[in-house]
């Protein structure tokens, strides 16, 4: 026989092991003081890193994320045009009331926290697919395409 039993609201937990996990890294990486605040950044960048994302690395990195996280990330429509990665953070300041430098903080937060799942072959995908400015939000180096075609040495 099998019983219906609900677990009452105040013990159950509102969300998934992997997504609780990933919350606490932003945590720490961010150094919020709470997971509540941790769960508005990561909420906050994941969407604008879906308006940025498409084809197989928008998939692929949905596929690596916990299910909370992948849902937010997939429920935006990708823009048409592509946000540089200073541009992406304005955005983001202007749709959360928040400083830029507050923005920035929480987009390498949460990108810390991203690329721990995606790994560095995906990241260096969407680091491909995307325009300028997003590896220093992924805690990468820039590297300026034009003089490494060129043999020129990046200072």
């Known amino acids: 026989m099998i019983s219906d039993v609900r677990v009452p609201l105040e013990h159950q937990k ?3 092991t992997a ?3 990933m919350l606490e890294k932003v945590r720490y990486e961010g150094v919020y003081p709470t997971r509540e605040r941790a769960d ?3 909420r906050l960048v994941l969407s604008g890193l879906g308006r940025q994302l498409t084809g197989d690395e928008r998939v692929d990195l949905a596929a690596c994320l916990p299910l909370e996280a992948a849902r937010v990330l997939t429920a935006q429509i990708p823009d048409p045009q592509p946000l540089t990665g200073w541009a992406f953070v304005k955005d983001l300041a202007a749709r959360s009331g928040a400083s830029p430098a507050t923005t920035r903080w929480d ?5 810390a926290a991203v690329a721990v799942h995606a790994g560095p072959d995906l990241i260096t995908r969407i680091l491909h697919q995307l325009p300028t400015g ?3 939000l992924f805690g ?3 590297l300026n395409p034009a003089a490494l075609t060129e043999g020129h040495q990046v200072p």
């Open 14 to 16: 509102p969300y998934g």
């Open 19 to 21: 997504y609780e996990q």
């Open 107 to 111: 987009t390498g937060s949460v990108f």
């Open 140 to 142: 990468r180096a820039e």
């Open 40 to 42: 508005e950044a990561v």
């Open 134 to 136: 997003y590896a220093l």
